[in-house]
């Protein structure tokens, strides 16, 4: 069974703090890692989908690295603000299984 | 504009009732996705299509069933088969298969079985 693990499952941070949250997904047979975000009353957003070991990408004030061989995926948020408080998504896709694999998402409230 | 529909944003079914959630597109988009959320989980795939007229089922398929006659449009029926259908839908699509491509989604429906 292919298992995805976000951590923590919740972060409370202040408006200015810079915060990162992890991603642990299966690190054989890999093929690509999707990071969404999910604001409350709308649609996931997609941020990034990642595909090559040791991809580092960019948003704004959001990035994410990505390390396939030891399985896991940081997402970074600097400075924080209130406009960031979501839950964030990350999903994995490799293996025998044509699907997407989320994870239950780590939820930030980022307190003004 | 161009997006994801999907219609009602909320639902009240009897027990014993099939009801189908609607999910359209104009992105042009050949793949599409039905997901549930429930409490503490990750989304969990019900079906998807990656092209006109067919369709497979994912994880949890039991006690649902869709259809694609359209590019456009993937609904979702959820039949009295499914012992515990309360719970949050989304819909989305991607332009080809479910692996590398960004999926959008839809803004969910929320279905709740009295």
């Known amino acids: ?26 690190s054989s047979n890999f093929y690509a890692l999707h990071w969404y975000r999910w604001e409350t009353a709308k649609s996931p957003e997609a941020l990034f989908v990642m595909t090559l070991n040791g991809d580092e990408k960019k948003k704004g004030r959001i990035s994410a690295t990505l390390n396939t061989k030891e399985g896991y995926s940081y997402l970074y948020i600097k400075g924080s603000q209130p406009e960031d408080s979501a839950t964030y998504l990350c999903a994995f896709y ?19 | 504009d161009g997006g994801i529909t999907q219609s009602p944003k909320y639902l009240f079914r009897k027990e014993g009732q099939n009801v189908t959630l609607s999910c359209e597109q104009n992105l042009n988009h050949d793949a599409m996705y039905w997901y549930r959320q429930d409490p503490g989980q990750g989304l969990r795939l019900i079906y998807y299509s990656q092209i006109v007229n067919d369709f497979q089922k994912g994880d949890i398929a039991e006690g649902y069933s869709v259809s694609r006659e359209k590019k456009e449009s993937f609904p979702l029926t959820v039949t009295s088969a499914q012992k515990n259908p309360t719970a949050f839908y989304l819909c989305a699509s991607s332009i080809t298969g479910p692996g590398g491509d960004t999926q959008y989604f839809g803004p969910g429906t929320r279905l709740t079985v009295l």
């Open chain 1, 1 to 26: 069974i292919l298992n995805v693990e976000q951590s923590p499952q919740s972060l409370h941070v202040q408006e200015g703090d810079s915060t990162n949250f992890t991603c642990s997904f299966p």
């Open chain 1, 94 to 112: 490799g293996g025998a299984t044509n699907k997407l694999i989320f994870g239950t998402g780590t939820l930030l409230a980022v307190q003004p």
